[in-house]
């Protein structure tokens, strides 16, 4: 499943450092969430998806892979 955070967060203009500010989570954490080398967590998906006023779905890509 693909995550849609560098996406979402370019086009809102938030930084690195910005989300980590709001959310709490450390930047290079969220920068590991976007490269898909952790899955964040329940909990940070909600605080990321309120600081950016997005529904957490919009994170996912929920398509099956071909």
């Known amino acids: 499943m693909r995550i ?4 979402i967060r370019e086009e809102q203009g938030y ?8 959310t ?15 899955s964040p967590t329940l909990e940070e998906i909600e605080k990321l998806a ?6 957490p779905y919009r994170l996912f890509d929920f398509r099956p892979a071909i």
């Open 50 to 55: 309120g600081v950016m006023r997005i529904s």
């Open 24 to 38: 709490g989570i450390s930047h290079m954490h969220i920068y590991d969430i976007e490269r898909g080398l952790v």
């Open 15 to 22: 930084s690195l450092r910005n989300l980590e500010k709001y």
């Open 4 to 7: 849609f955070l560098w996406e």
